[in-house]
């Protein structure tokens, strides 16, 4: 039977800082002795969509390659390159589950990453994983609609937080105890 292999991705302007929610979670997994993947992903503060896209492709070989089952998380512009990447996956690399959380909403995507504002239409989108959920906040200024108003076309289960503002460690999102149990959770 398979293992299980985790891929966490960051979003914009993030270089995996100390006391940040993902380098917890990396950090925790890999203390467990789980397969753990946490790419510097390429020029953080002028991402290239197809550079970006590049390495979550890449990551996806190396997880594959120990047989192991993809398991996803992505924070913010990371969501944004999963949804991207989402037919570009070969179905032998799928994704059990992911988990995007906080992800921009698309109408601030221009003024974040201009890159990335194309997105593909739900059933592509989607097509990288088994299980996809959403998690956002009510206080997110990169989503200022909210999660249910720009995610809603995925018609996957969001979940809100309240006061979570963009989920990062000065919103108080450094170790995150409910993420670590999302990602050990059987399915």
Same mark, same amino acid.
């Given at each position: 039977?398979?293992?299980?292999?985790?891929?966490? %991705?960051?979003?914009?302007?993030?270089?995996?800082?100390?006391?940040?929610?993902?380098?917890?979670?990396?950090?925790?997994?890999?203390?467990?002795? +789980?397969?753990?993947?946490?790419?510097?992903?390429?020029?953080?503060? +002028?991402?290239?969509?197809?550079?970006?896209? +590049?390495?979550?492709?890449?990551?996806?070989?190396?997880?594959?390659?120990?047989?192991? @089952?993809?398991?996803?998380?992505?924070?913010?512009?990371?969501? @944004?390159?999963?949804?991207?990447?989402?037919?570009?996956? /070969?179905?032998?690399?799928?994704?059990?589950?992911?988990?995007?959380?906080? /992800?921009?909403?698309?109408?601030?995507?221009?003024?974040?990453?201009?890159?990335?504002?194309?997105?593909?239409?739900?059933? +592509?989108?989607?097509?990288?994983?088994?299980?996809? @959920?959403?998690?956002?906040?009510?206080?997110?200024?990169?989503?200022?609609?909210?999660?249910?108003?720009?995610?809603?076309?995925?018609?996957? /289960?969001?979940?809100?937080?309240?006061?979570?503002?963009?989920?990062?460690?000065?919103?108080?999102?450094?170790?995150?105890?409910?993420? %670590?149990?999302?990602?050990?959770?059987?399915?």
């Amino acid at each position: 039977m398979p293992g299980r292999g985790y891929l966490i %991705l960051h979003g914009l302007s993030n270089r995996r800082p100390p006391g940040h929610w993902h380098r917890w979670l990396a950090e925790e997994l890999e203390a467990r002795g +789980e397969l753990v993947r946490y790419p510097q992903l390429p020029d953080p503060d +002028e991402p290239s969509r197809d550079a970006w896209e +590049e390495v979550v492709l890449d990551e996806l070989s190396v997880i594959g390659e120990q047989d192991a @089952t993809p398991i996803v998380v992505c924070h913010s512009l990371g969501a @944004t390159t999963w949804l991207g990447v989402g037919t570009r996956v /070969p179905s032998s690399q799928r994704a059990q589950r992911t988990l995007l959380v906080a /992800p921009p909403a698309p109408s601030e995507l221009e003024s974040l990453a201009p890159g990335f504002v194309e997105l593909p239409p739900r059933r +592509e989108a989607l097509r990288a994983a088994g299980i996809t @959920t959403v998690i956002g906040s009510d206080s997110d200024p990169y989503d200022p609609p909210g999660a249910k108003a720009s995610w809603g076309w995925l018609e996957v /289960p969001i979940g809100i937080v309240h006061g979570a503002g963009h989920f990062r460690p000065d919103d108080g999102y450094g170790p995150w105890p409910d993420v %670590l149990d999302w990602c050990l959770a059987s399915a």
